[in-house]
């Protein structure tokens, strides 16, 4: 069974910096797409940043220019380093993942736990 475990957040002052981990665990191929999300009170989830296996990456529009989105496929881990953060950008943080499961069959994770930004102003 697959697990996705994110770890890095925490409380940081407005202009901070955090950078957050995620790791997959259990039986795969590889790693095809590698995604964080976001969830703030009463909102809805929301998609922040994408890596892809060919090392593209995209970005919420909202978080362009201060988060990077890297990977270690190595590891089976995926980072977002997050700099000049804004109390806008308090959420839960998400990873998720599509893992190739079998040669051209993909397959996504579940959700992992999730782990608490919180910037204050």
């Known amino acids: 069974q697959v697990q996705l475990v994110e770890s890095g957040g925490g409380l940081v002052q407005a202009g901070g910096s955090l950078r957050l981990s995620c790791a997959a665990s259990?039986?795969?191929?590889?790693?095809?797409?590698m995604d964080w999300y976001r969830q703030a009170p009463g909102k809805q989830r929301e998609l922040v940043a994408t890596?892809?296996?060919?090392?593209?990456?995209n970005y919420a529009d909202s978080v362009k220019g201060r988060f990077t989105i890297f990977r270690d496929n190595a590891k089976n881990m995926v980072y977002l380093e997050m700099n000049n953060l804004k109390p806008e950008d308090t959420a839960v943080y998400y990873c998720?993942?599509?893992?190739?499961?079998?040669?051209?069959?993909?397959?996504?994770?579940?959700w992992g736990q999730g782990t608490q930004v919180t910037v204050s102003s």
């Open positions: 998720k993942m599509v893992l190739t499961i079998a040669p051209y069959k993909y397959s996504p994770t579940p």
């Open positions: 259990g039986r795969f191929l590889s790693i095809s797409a």
């Open positions: 890596s892809t296996s060919d090392g593209s990456t």
